[in-house]
């Protein structure tokens, strides 16, 4: 078996590795807003029914 990503991350040079870890940042940010969204459409949805 391959080399897990925490490896791989351990191994990028720290620039690198920073990078990588602040565009999974913000697309986890970007994920839970529109999942919020989601959730308050939804509830909006109910409400006028």
Same mark, same amino acid.
């Given at each position: 078996?391959?080399?897990?990503? +925490?490896? /791989?991350?351990?191994?990028?040079?720290?620039?690198?590795?920073? +990078? /990588?870890?602040?565009?999974?940042?913000?697309?986890?940010?970007?994920?839970?807003?529109?999942?919020?969204?989601?959730?308050?459409?939804?509830?909006?949805?109910? +409400?006028? +029914?």
């Amino acid at each position: 078996m391959g080399r897990t990503l +925490d490896e /791989i991350l351990a191994s990028l040079p720290e620039d690198r590795r920073k +990078d /990588i870890e602040e565009r999974a940042q913000e697309l986890l940010t970007t994920l839970q807003e529109f999942r919020e969204d989601e959730t308050t459409s939804t509830a909006e949805m109910k +409400d006028a +029914d």
